[in-house]
């Protein structure tokens, strides 16, 4: 290829060509029907399948220990808070004691 001068054609040559060598083919019906067949396949009665229901159980379990945890740790942290606040208000408000 590495020799070749691209040829030159001007419009309407092109558009001949193409029209003698781009003609459209009608296909046979059989084939069309293979086709059909091939393409569009039938799963299942309902509108869920047993794999479609197994995941979005499967996600609502996931979401719901993921939220368990949430609250958990939110319960934890103003535990947490409330042991600090009380632990300053008992050591600013009790009187220093001195052993002898």
Known sequence: ??????????????????AQVLVPVEPNPR????LRARLVTY???GPFSGWMILVVLATALLLA?????????LILGWLNLLGILG???RDTTEPETISV
Do not use: N, S
């Open 1 to 18: 290829m590495a020799g070749r001068k691209p040829v030159k054609m001007d419009r309407k040559e092109l558009e001949a060509w193409l």
């Open 31 to 34: 084939f069309l029907r293979r």
């Open 43 to 45: 799963q299942g009665g």
């Open 65 to 73: 220990i993921t939220g368990l945890g949430l609250v958990i740790r």
């Open 87 to 89: 632990r300053k208000r």
